[in-house]
């Protein structure tokens, strides 16, 4: 199930949704007219360069946790990773796609729907994961050997998952005459936007597969997985809220794509984290064990850090009004 999830409806679910504009088929003005997608994309570019923020940050509480807590030699660069790479594709889309359906278009969440612009944040952040990520997981004396076996071909091909994929081709069909075509072709698009609708489901079941296997205290002390849990589904969303507070100042007015921003910090360990673990040298169950701590505590977690969102962004003096 979870590589049809992967692989399959959410691909899905971002494609359809990055060429997605309601046609009314009414042949009134009921309907807003559908943003220009290039402008979409103009109007993000700060989510573009936001990873390296987001990761830069997330390993400097992560090493930060790993000396204060005197992580196990064999999970000490482990702990480091589990702070700075989050879930960046199924949970925000399950989180975005949610919020998205409970604010009206034109409510206090901008006028985009959020999920359009995290294909932006994805362009480069999969890359950080698996390439900043891969190098932070060597040992300390084959680092520079990694820094050569590891090229950039490599890098590619583990940073150009299917979700990234799917993403890149909406944008890519968006910002061309390609887009004009899916109209000969509806049959198809419903298609793949109902297998879309599938991805939030088979999600939550996913996860749940996954907490029903425990967690194992054995390999993980849990000072260490207390500290993870406190630096990623706390710290994170706090100073990332007093980061945006300053971006904003210097970017755009919008909240959809602030929202986005904010979502991203506060979601739990990616998965594959695991297995990047695995293959620098680290112990896969503490891993394993971290990520089902996190995912403990996120119903509490995530839903005071987007309720705590949403508060700063309704707020004139966090977001001044566009």
């Given at each position: 199930m979870g590589e049809i999830t992967m692989k399959l409806a959410i691909p899905a679910l971002l494609f359809s949704r990055i060429l997605y504009c309601d046609q009314c088929n009414t042949g009134g003005n009921q309907c807003a007219p559908c943003q220009p997608f290039v402008s979409i994309i103009l109007s993000s570019w700060i989510l573009f360069v936001l990873p390296m923020v987001v990761v830069g940050l997330g390993v400097l509480l992560g090493k930060t946790a790993a000396v204060l807590t005197s992580a196990p030699s064999d999970f000490s660069r482990g702990t480091v990773c589990a702070v700075a790479f989050g879930n960046s594709t199924g949970?925000?889309?399950?989180?975005?796609?949610?919020?998205?359906?409970?604010?009206?278009?034109?409510?206090?969440?901008?006028?985009?729907?959020?999920?359009?612009?995290?294909?932006?944040?994805?362009?480069?952040?999969?890359?950080?994961?698996?390439?900043?990520?891969?190098?932070?997981?060597?040992?300390?004396?084959?680092?520079?050997?990694?820094?050569?076996?590891?090229?950039?071909?490599?890098?590619?091909?583990?940073?150009?998952?299917?979700?990234?994929?799917?993403?890149l081709l909406g944008l890519v069909i968006g910002v061309s005459p390609v887009r004009a075509w899916m109209v000969d072709v509806t049959w198809l698009y419903d298609g793949i936007y109902k297998l879309g609708d599938a991805a939030v489901p088979l999600n939550l079941l996913v996860l749940g597969s996954a907490l029903?296997?425990?967690?194992?205290?054995?390999?993980?002390?849990?000072?260490?997985?207390?500290?993870?849990?406190?630096?990623?589904?706390?710290?994170?969303?706090?100073?990332?809220?007093?980061?945006?507070?300053?971006?904003?100042?210097i970017g755009p007015k919008d909240a959809s794509l602030w929202l986005v921003a904010l979502i991203v910090s506060c979601t739990p360990t990616a998965n594959n984290v695991a297995v990047m673990a695995e293959s620098g040298g680290q112990n896969k169950d503490a891993m394993s064990t971290a990520i089902f701590l996190q995912y403990l505590v996120a119903p509490l977690c995530v839903a005071t850090s987007i309720a705590y969102f949403n508060m700063l962004l309704s707020s004139t003096w966090y977001l001044p009004a566009m």
């Open positions: 949970l925000p889309i399950v989180l975005l796609s949610v919020i998205s359906l409970g604010t009206p278009a034109t409510g206090s969440m901008g006028s985009i729907d959020p999920l359009l612009r995290l294909p932006v944040y994805l362009m480069l952040y999969p890359v950080l994961q698996w390439g900043v990520g891969r190098y932070l997981l060597k040992e300390d004396e084959d680092s520079e050997k990694a820094g050569h076996s590891f090229g950039f071909r490599a890098m590619l091909e583990q940073a150009l998952v299917p979700p990234v994929i799917a993403a029903s296997k425990g967690a194992n205290f054995e390999a993980l002390p849990i000072r260490v997985g207390v500290a993870i849990v406190l630096c990623k589904l706390v710290l994170m969303p706090l100073c990332m809220s007093l980061i945006v507070y300053g971006l904003i100042r």
